[in-house]
T-cell receptor, first 115, second 114 residues
Framework: EAGVVQSPRYKIIEKKQPVAFWCNPI?????LYWYLQNLGQGPELLIR????????DSQLPKDRFSAERLKGVDSTLKIQPAELGDSAVYLC?????????????FGPGTRLTVL | AQSVTQLGSHVSVSEGALVLLRCNYS??????LFWYVQYPNQGLQLLLK????ATLVKGINGFEAEFKKSETSFHLTKPSAHMSDAAEYFC????????????WGAGTKLIIKP
């Protein structure tokens, strides 16, 4: 069974440019997460989807970040415009969440460098 | 607010020695506790978790962790380190106050000396 797929794996852009990350979760998983991970820190949740509904986006900087999960499967995270401080690893995770907690399966991440 | 503290950003042990990675959390309600491992250029993988019941939890690759409520700790151990254990390890907590969102520690990089 394929795991969580993310692309691209690496992205280098200049500040003020737009960038998009794509995530394909594990088949059958109803919950999808986007996290941001800075060097030497743990992941920080950006947004959580239950099927196609964003149920927790309180930590998503909505002035420049947007996300969508059409048809409750694949998801895209976009930054426009990117700033120097956005350089980080962007992680996607998915799970089949039925109760209060779940086992999240993570993709390898997209490493973004903003110059 | 919930928080997770992992003591030591780097821990170095010799191959065959005991591995002990420390995790302390703050939570005012019963927590769920997790350890994840991240190998280089790979995604995070669940090692083990505590939800309810037995406080000593066994995970994959010979790791185990014990939930100690009185010490608010969930330390990860392995009796004998192997070279393949070299990775970064993250402790995380979730509870009702966080709406069961995972709150992560900063991670501990485990280095295995031959």
């Amino acid at each position: 069974e394929a795991g969580v797929v993310q692309s691209p794996r690496y992205k280098i852009i200049e500040k003020k440019q737009p960038v998009a990350f794509w995530c394909n979760p594990i088949s059958g998983h109803n919950t999808l997460y986007w996290y941001l991970q800075n060097l030497g820190q743990g992941p920080e949740l950006l947004i959580r989807y239950e099927n196609e509904e964003a149920v927790d986006d309180s930590q998503l900087p909505k002035d420049r970040f947007s996300a969508e999960r059409l048809k409750g499967v694949d998801s895209t995270l976009k930054i426009q415009p990117a700033e120097l401080g956005d350089s980080a690893v962007y992680l996607c995770a998915s799970s089949f969440r039925q109760g209060k907690t779940d086992e999240q399966f993570f993709g390898p991440g997209t490493r973004l460098t903003v110059l | 607010a919930q928080s997770v503290t992992q003591l030591g950003s780097h821990v170095s042990v010799s191959e065959g020695a005991l591995v002990l990675l420390r995790c302390n959390y703050s939570s005012s309600v019963p927590p769920y506790l997790f350890w994840y491992v991240q190998y280089p250029n790979q995604g995070l993988q669940l090692l083990l978790k505590y939800t309810t019941g037995a406080t000593l939890v066994k995970g994959i690759n010979g790791f185990e962790a014990e939930f100690k409520k009185s010490e608010t700790s969930f330390h990860l151990t392995k009796p004998s380190a192997h070279m393949s254990d070299a990775a970064e390890y993250f402790c995380a907590v979730s509870d009702q106050d966080s709406n069961y969102q995972l709150i992560w520690g900063a991670g501990t990089k485990l280095i295995i000396k031959p």
